[in-house]
């Protein structure tokens, strides 16, 4: 699930994360070589990943034009986590993108046509979530 702390960088759990790829080293790297965060989570068999929307595409497309097929479940997860973004993360993505439409916004991120426009009304209105 992914989940937005106060620093509005989404983590993403990754459930045995280790038993399920191989190469885990080279995902590793490939991963915190797009600038991310991914720690184990105790002694757990689960990993999270910190990361913001961005690197999270940079890193599903990375995997996916990799020719490892044990790292294509994680592109998966990652991609079904990040359709559950939150409003302020919706807004950053926004932001960074100015002029970006209701429709590009629902493109790119997956959210609802009432989300969207309620993130385009804050920013060029200034409206309150």
Known sequence: MMKTPKSNIPYITLPSFLRRVLKAYALKSLIRAQGCELNRIGRSRNWQLKATFEQLENIT????????????????????????????MLLAIAKKNSGITVSELMQRTDCTIAEARRVIDVLEFGESP
């Open 61 to 88: 497309s990375l995997i996916e034009q990799s020719e490892e097929s044990s790292w294509q479940w994680v592109a998966v997860h990652i991609s079904k986590q990040s359709k559950n973004l939150g409003f302020d």
